[in-house]
């Protein structure tokens, strides 16, 4: 990855910050020793399926929501999404909530926007079929979901809207760790040090999609930075260093 200016504290849009902290006042992000499913010891984690209170879901569609806005304002080759899609099951009431207020931000923009998210088991009786919500045949289908690690998820999503006669013109997630692909020894615990991308990264190389998150892990190094916590920032400094993705 080129070298590029860190973000500070102050340097962070409102936005992210306030999601940042409510993250981190409700122990949504949470610090220790965690493995992940590569063989990692992660010195973070991160669980959107604690964003269960009204509070905490109004934080993260809100967070969403000027993701998106900016997103595509950055962006003005992608078109205006049909549909706002929550991949089964944790993005599903991301995506309902997201376009809530996404509505209620500029309801002239997103009036006739739809959400549709997949069930895990296709209805073989009633409406049938997989999908809940809108239809996404013909349509352009901005995906949502919380965090991607290996990417086969991702990859799943992009199948199964391109299977219902979709297209994906984004995908927008809640935090990018901003770290390479595993190596094939990991889950033995070795590390090679070799040079990957990251899963997001090989997603956009893959299938030519644009991707957003509302944060990175350099966004919460750097509120963290502006709270003093400096065991944590350590931590996730070296965790940095040691598995940065290289796109």
Same mark, same amino acid.
């Given at each position: ?62 967070a ?40 209620r ?35 352009n ?5 919380? =965090?991607? %690690? /290996? ?9 199964? !809207?391109? +299977?219902?006669? @979709? ?35 090989q ?5 030519? =999609?644009? %991707? /957003? ?9 750097a !509120?963290? +930075?502006?709270? @003093? ?19």
């Amino acid at each position: 990855m080129a070298a590029s200016a860190q973000p500070t504290s102050s340097t962070i849009p409102a936005y992210k910050t306030a999601f940042l902290q409510s993250c981190l006042s409700a122990n949504v992000l949470t610090f220790g020793t965690y493995t992940l499913k590569s063989g990692r010891q992660s010195p973070y984690f991160f669980n959107a399926g604690s964003f269960h209170t009204g509070p905490l879901l109004s934080a993260i569609s809100t967070a969403y929501a000027h993701t998106i806005i900016s997103f595509l304002s950055s962006h003005p080759s992608i078109p205006k999404p049909d549909i706002i899609f929550g991949p089964a099951y944790k993005a599903i009431p991301l995506a309902c909530s997201t376009l809530l207020e996404l509505h209620r931000l500029d309801p002239q923009t997103w009036s006739s926007v739809s959400y549709s998210f997949n069930r895990k088991e296709v209805k073989d009786h009633g409406e049938g079929g997989g999908i809940v919500g809108a239809s996404l045949k013909g349509k352009n289908v901005l995906v949502i979901d919380d =965090v991607i %690690t /290996a990417g086969t998820a991702m990859r799943e999503t992009m199948n199964l !809207v391109a +299977k219902e006669g @979709g297209k994906v013109v984004g995908f927008v997630v809640a935090l990018d760790r901003v770290e390479k692909m595993p190596g094939p020894r990991e889950k033995e615990g070795v590390h090679d040090g070799e040079p990957r991308m990251s899963a997001i990264g090989q997603i956009r190389q893959e299938f030519g =999609v644009q %991707t /957003a998150s509302i944060v990175t892990l350099d966004d919460l190094i750097a !509120v963290l +930075k502006g709270k @003093g916590e400096e065991g944590d920032i350590e931590r996730l400094e070296e965790y940095r260093r040691r598995y940065l993705a290289s796109d």
